[in-house]
Structure formats: structure tokens, C-alpha cells
């Protein structure tokens, strides 16, 4: 379901840089940094990435969020894998191991598989930079909803997304906190994931193994 931006009435922008480029105002970059990882926000990063965005209309960033956001989240996926004894080199035939009364399996086969988390009262997480450091547990899926409805939903973020990809803020957002479990889920291409109006993707994966150092490629 599409959804319109939250407060998009606060945090007004800080105007435009020298290029011409709307900027970000002291309260975008003070909400954003409880989440995000700082060297993203710098101006002189985020014109980078804007460059590299207009040549190439698609970026990588590694590393995204703040260190303690980033290791409570990989935590609970790691824990939940272990939880249902998927990855590592233990095949599951059980397609329907993960699934409870949040997550629940998304079709058709021959298009796609994967688990949908459908947040109820309550599995809401504390994220940002103000949560505490032990409250970390299995459910990765009401971590990431809670940052789905915290930062991806807000306006700051609305207007950082327009900083660096020069498309200007989104009107809204229509988002979902998918799970693949490894060895069982996948999506395909196909005809209806095509749309007839212009639409920026933004995908926030976490993804086993140890990454490289803070770089955008």
C-alpha cells in the first residue's frame, strides 16, 4: 500500500548547496544520523553519490546503517536461521519452516517465494540511536519493521533520497519486510513486477559473510 511520508510538515529542508542541490536541514541530518551511517551524510559524500547515481541510475552502498543498528539487526537474522536450522550447509525440505502468525509465505511458485512479515500491535522494535543495546532477540522481522516505519517513512529520509539521487523527495512509500531463507526462497522477473509510472527502488539487504570495509561501489 502506498503511503505518504511522515512529518513531512517538520524538518524543513536546509535549502540548497552551491550546485544547486536541495540540502539537508540541521534536524534531517541530526534524525538521520540516529541511523545512518555518518559518512553518508556528509555533503561531500552525498555528491558523490548523486554523480555516480546520474551516470549509472543504480548504487551500492555497504554499510549503510550505524554500526550498533547493524549488529542488532544481524544478530536476530542470524538467530532466527540458527532458530529454524536454515543456511550453513543445512538444506530444509520444509517450505513452510519460518512461518508463524508475522511471517507469512509469499507466492505464486513459479514467480516467487519468500516470507512476508505483517507487523501486529506490539512486534514493533526500538531502532535508532536512542535504543537500548540489549534488546535484541530472534525477531528480526519487528526490528526491520520498526525501521521501516521509523526511518523509511519519514520525511528526512524522503528528502535524503532526493539529496543523493537528484530525482527530488517521493511523494510516499510502499515498502515490505521480506525474508529468503537460504536454499528455499527466490523471486523471478516477470511481466507484472513492470509499472507504468516512474518509481525509485530503495532495498536494504542483510546477507551472511563479513563485509568489506565502509565503501560505496
Avoid at 551500492?60 to 538467530?79: G, Q
Avoid at 550453513?88 to 509469499?106: C, F, H, I
Amino acid at each position: 500500500t502506498f503511503e505518504p511520508l511522515a512529518g513531512g510538515e517538520e524538518g524543513e529542508s536546509g535549502g540548497a548547496t552551491d550546485d544547486g542541490r536541495a540540502d539537508l536541514s540541521r534536524e534531517d541530518r541530526d534524525f538521520l544520523g540516529g541511523y545512518i551511517n555518518p559518512a553518508y551524510l556528509t555533503d561531500e559524500s552525498m555528491g558523490e553519490i548523486q554523480t555516480r547515481f546520474e551516470e549509472e541510475s543504480s548504487i551500492k552502498l555497504r554499510h549503510f546503517l550505524v554500526d550498533e543498528l547493524n549488529a542488532r539487526i544481524t544478530k536476530s537474522c542470524k538467530k532466527m536461521d540458527d532458530r529454524d536450522r536454515v543456511g550453513r550447509d543445512r538444506p530444509s525440505l520444509d517450505y513452510k519452516v519460518g512461518t508463524d502468525e508475522n511471517w507469512k509465505a509469499v507466492g505464486p511458485a513459479h514467480k516467487q517465494r519468500f516470507l512476508e512479515y505483517e507487523a501486529t500491535v506490539g512486534n514493533d522494535k526500538p531502532v535508532g540511536g536512542k535504543a537500548s543495546a540489549d534488546d535484541g532477540d530472534d525477531d528480526a522481522g519487528g526490528h526491520l519493521h520498526g525501521l521501516r516505519t521509523t526511518l523509511f517513512r519519514s520525511a528526512a529520509f524522503g528528502r535524503w533520497l532526493g539529496r543523493v539521487s537528484s530525482l527530488g523527495c517521493p511523494l510516499g512509500e510502499r515498502g515490505r519486510v521480506r525474508r529468503f531463507r537460504p536454499g528455499l526462497d527466490y523471486t523471478v522477473a516477470h511481466y507484472g513486477v513492470l509499472t507504468t509510472d516512474p518509481v525509485l527502488d530503495a532495498t536494504l539487504c542483510f546477507c551472511a559473510g563479513d563485509g568489506e570495509p565502509c565503501a560505496f561501489d
